[in-house]
DNA sequence: GCTAGTTTTCGAACATGTTCGAAAACTCGA
DNA sequence: TCGAGTTTTCGAACATGTTCGAAAACTAGC
């Protein structure tokens, strides 16, 4: 029976482990900094760490956890930063970190939607949310929706953006919010029409950071 | 050369299509039906389709579009429900309008990040809470960003939730937050460890709704 | 030293999305 | 009627993630 590969608890018997996860950790860093996450393919990494495709999935499960496995790695090496000691600009500071760290590594945006949370190494920022929550006199239960919402609002701005970042550089194909706005002339959306224009100038950080600021207030002022 | 093959503008001359748009579309509908979205592939709709799977790439761009295009189509069929007059109640109710209809196919997960809107049926949804900001009194530019910031938080709320579900049905492996917290008798995080047994039983749509208005309310009340 | 058991490695192969180039089927003008 | 141009179709093929089964390399007990 094959033991867990993420703890192989080296017991006894057993042809010798030529290869590692933490090898194939960082050969995937090499890879990804060489010719960037887009181009990280199975074949290549194990190409790079001098194994066959195959031998790659006795140490991580699939791409995916690979990818998993780097995020927690990055988030591990996330510095600390001193946090203010005032709960509701606690919150925002820790969230925006959080944002930063995330929206720095967007090619990790298929392991974001994996739940509420990421790895062990970002629990700090979590729990700083959290607690910063409690103490401004949140219930737990209410601190749990504040950071969950949190979560999703961030989540999803990293998500639309890299998304929309990527699918531009792709195929130089215009943005897709262009296409939809083109067909604007008719005149059943005056309003919309009217907007058009100024929308695509307006930067998406101000909508986030606006938006996590009312976010936060109204959910502790309830 | 090839004309735009959305608008295929019949002009003049060329081979008879036996296969059209609609025909494709119509038989993805019917795959999902029959077997769900995750099982729908190229291969087999063009058996479906009754044409070889190249075929299918003269009339979508590629697999993304092809479902970009079911969404839109979707999204034309939502009924258009009669919204409050007060404004703060009529993009709560829009939201929660676009969020039910968005939830309610998961499978559009992909092509939900593609920027901050979604196919021009969805429109009339973005006017209503563009328009209702307005009329409570901000100018466009904080309109704008009160939309995007919704859609942020919706997109967020929506693939978060349904790459969780994915993932627990795939191979039921347990859900990732769950193999975190497991991890959490470490006393260096307290209050997440106090908190770490409510946590799972808090229901996402509760963090959503509440996290909205917050949103919302704080947005407006600027 | 030999055998049984265990872990690691890898080649073959599959499913899938997609590209490419050529063939098929048609229209129009000469 | 015929050839030029155009659109549609498709078979072959490629890249990629992944599974499967067998072979390789080792340890422990006999």
Not at 38 to 55: D, F, H, I, W, Y
Not at 82 to 87: A, G, M, N, T, V
Not at 117 to 126: K, N, P
Request: with cysteine.
């Amino acid at each position: 029976m094959m033991k867990d590969a993420a703890a192989p608890e080296r017991g006894r018997t057993g042809r010798p482990p030529r290869t590692s996860r933490a090898q194939i950790l960082g050969a995937a860093r090499e890879l990804i900094d060489d010719e960037g996450w887009e181009r990280l393919t199975m074949r290549k990494l194990a190409a790079r760490a001098g194994v066959a495709p195959t031998t790659l999935y006795h140490h991580v499960r699939d791409r995916e956890e690979l990818l998993a496995a780097l995020l927690d790695d990055y988030a591990d090496r996330i510095p600390r930063r001193e946090l203010p000691r005032q709960p509701v600009e606690r919150i925002l500071a820790a969230a925006t970190v959080m944002h930063d760290a995330l929206a720095g590594w967007p090619w990790l945006v298929e392991v974001l939607t994996a739940d509420d949370l990421i790895g062990d190494a970002a629990l700090w920022m979590v729990e700083a949310i959290v607690d910063a929550a409690m103490e401004h006199g949140c219930p737990a239960d209410e601190a749990v929706h504040l950071y969950r919402s949190i979560w999703y609002y961030t989540v999803g701005e990293i998500l639309v953006r890299a998304n929309a970042d990527r699918k531009r550089a792709e195929l130089d194909r215009p943005a897709y919010r262009d296409t939809v706005f083109r067909r604007l002339d008719k005149p059943e959306l005056p309003r919309l029409s009217a907007i058009a224009g100024c929308w695509p100038a307006l930067c998406a950080e101000d909508t986030y950071l606006q938006g996590l600021r009312a976010l936060v207030e109204g959910l502790l002022t309830k």
